[in-house]
C-alpha cells in the first residue's frame, strides 16, 4: 500500500530545485491553452486587418474618384436642329354625313299603314319608303273621274245642238243669236270636262304625295314613323338620309394652322377606337373664324365604310406642304398622362423635362410641332431611367436627317 500511495504521488505532483511542491490541475492547463491559443488568433487578425486596412486608405481617392465617376450614368444625346419635314395638321372633331337629308310627309298627311325601309338600308332616287292612308282621296278621285264622264256626255249634247243649229240657220229657221248662244254652251260644256280632269290629277297627285319617297340615292341614317302613326306636314322627319352614302368629319382647327390648309388636300382620317385610317379630302375651309374659340372650321369628304359612323368622333392628319421642323428617334419621345415630352440635358448636365407637341411620325422619326427649338441636346434613348434634376455625363451622337 505505501508503495502504491507512492507512485500516485509522483504522478500527480512535481518537484522543483527549491524544494516546493506543486499540485497540478490538467483540466484547468487544457482550458488555458485554449485561450491561449484563441488569442493568438485574434492578434494574428486583428495584424492582417491592419495591414489591410493600411493598403485600403493608401488606395482611398482614386477609388473614391471612380466609384464618384460610376454614379453619373452616361447618356447619348442628340441635337436634332431643324429638318426639311411634311407639315402635318392634326385635329379632332365629330364624323356626319357629308348632306344629310331630312325626309318628311309631302302631302297633307295621314295614317302611316306601311314602312318599307329601316335605318342602315340602302335607297334609290323615288324608291317608297313608306305609305300613308288615302281612303278618302281615293274616293274623291272616283267622285271626280264620274264628273268627267258627266262633262263629257254634257259636252257631247251641247255640239249636237251647235251642229243642228248650223244645219237650220242655212233655211233661216234660227236666228245668228241663237246659233252664238249653241256655240257659247258647247264650248263651256268642254272646258267643264278640262276643270273636271284637272281636279281629278290635283287628287291623284295628292295621293302620290302620300308615299313617303327617297328625294335621291343614299343611305338611311335614321327612322323615325311606325305603322299606325299619324303624320302631317308640320311632323318632325320621318327618316333621315346619307345622300350617296358619303361621310364627312368635321375638325377644328387653330387660326395658325387654318392658314395653311385649302380644298383639295388629302388628310387621314382615324375613328375613336379603330386602327384603320381612312383617305378624305378637304372639301370645305371655313370663310370665317370663330371669335371665341379663334377656331376655324374644316370639313372632310369620306367615302362610305361601316366604321365611318355619323354621331362618332375621330382624329384626322391633314398633309399641309413642308416645314422646318425638329425631327427625333422614336425612341427619345416619351409619353405619361401629362402628354408626350422628352428629356434634353442643360448646360450644367443636369436632365430638364421638356413638353412637346408631335407633328407627323414616319419612318425617319418624330417630327416636333412645338415644345424644342432644335438646339437642346436631347437625350436619345435613357430616358425612362432618368429623372428630372439628375446629373449625367452627355455623349453626343449625330441627329437623323
Keep these: 500500500m505505501g508503495q502504491i500511495r507512492q507512485d500516485t504521488m509522483n504522478r500527480e505532483t512535481g518537484f522543483h530545485s527549491s524544494d516546493t511542491l506543486v499540485v497540478v490541475d490538467r483540466s484547468r492547463q487544457r482550458r488555458r491553452l485554449l485561450i491561449v491559443g484563441a488569442l493568438a488568433v485574434v492578434a494574428l487578425l486583428v495584424i492582417g486587418f491592419a495591414v489591410l486596412g493600411g493598403r485600403g486608405q493608401k488606395a482611398a481617392p482614386g477609388d473614391a474618384a471612380a466609384s464618384s465617376a460610376g454614379q453619373i450614368p452616361t447618356v447619348t444625346v442628340v441635337v436634332p436642329g431643324r429638318s426639311q419635314v411634311g407639315r402635318v395638321i392634326t385635329a379632332s372633331g365629330p364624323l356626319a354625313a357629308k348632306r344629310d337629308q331630312p325626309i318628311g310627309i309631302a302631302g297633307q ?8 325601309v329601316d335605318a342602315g338600308q340602302w335607297v334609290h332616287a323615288g324608291q317608297v319608303l313608306a305609305v300613308v292612308d288615302r281612303s278618302v282621296q281615293t274616293q274623291q278621285a272616283d267622285q271626280q273621274a264620274a264628273q268627267i264622264e258627266a262633262a263629257k256626255a254634257q259636252a257631247e249634247l251641247a255640239q249636237s ?34 276643270v273636271n280632269e284637272a281636279q281629278l ?12 319617297l327617297a328625294p335621291a340615292s343614299g343611305l338611311i ?21 346619307a345622300e350617296g352614302g358619303q361621310m364627312e368629319m368635321q375638325a377644328q382647327l387653330a387660326q395658325q394652322d387654318l392658314a395653311f390648309v385649302h380644298v383639295g388636300m388629302p388628310a387621314q382620317v382615324t375613328p375613336v377606337g379603330s386602327s384603320t385610317s381612312f383617305t378624305g379630302t378637304v372639301w370645305q375651309v371655313a370663310p370665317v ?24 368622333f375621330a382624329s384626322v392628319r391633314i398633309t399641309a406642304g413642308e416645314t422646318a ?17 422628352v428629356y434634353v440635358v442643360n448646360g450644367n448636365n443636369q436632365v430638364e423635362r421638356r413638353d412637346i407637341t408631335i407633328g407627323n411620325v414616319s419612318d425617319a422619326g418624330v417630327t416636333i410641332a412645338t415644345g424644342l427649338t432644335g438646339d437642346e441636346a436631347v437625350v436619345l434613348s435613357a430616358g425612362p431611367f432618368l429623372n428630372p434634376g439628375q446629373k449625367v455625363n452627355p455623349r453626343r451622337e449625330a441627329a437623323p436627317r
Excluded at 341614317?221 to 338620309?241: C, D, K, Y
Excluded at 421642323?325 to 415630352?341: E, H, I, R, T
Design 109 to 116: 298627311g295621314g295614317r302611316v299603314i306601311r314602312v318599307l
Design 325 to 341: 421642323a425638329p425631327l427625333l428617334p422614336q425612341s427619345a419621345v416619351l409619353s405619361d398622362d401629362k402628354g408626350n415630352y
Design 221 to 241: 341614317l335614321a327612322r323615325n314613323v311606325e305603322v299606325g302613326q299619324i303624320v302631317s306636314p308640320g311632323s318632325t322627319a320621318l327618316f333621315r338620309m
Design 201 to 212: 290629277g290635283a287628287t291623284r297627285a295628292q295621293m302620290n304625295q302620300l308615299n313617303v
Design 161 to 194: 245642238d251647235y251642229d243642228r243649229a248650223l244645219a237650220l240657220q242655212s233655211r233661216g229657221f234660227i236666228s245668228k243669236a241663237d246659233i252664238d248662244a249653241k256655240k257659247a254652251a258647247r264650248d263651256a260644256a268642254y272646258a267643264q270636262v278640262k
Design 289 to 312: 373664324i370663330d371669335p371665341q374659340s379663334r377656331l376655324g372650321s374644316v370639313r372632310i369628304a369620306i367615302p362610305y365604310a361601316p366604321a365611318i359612323k355619323p354621331g362618332g
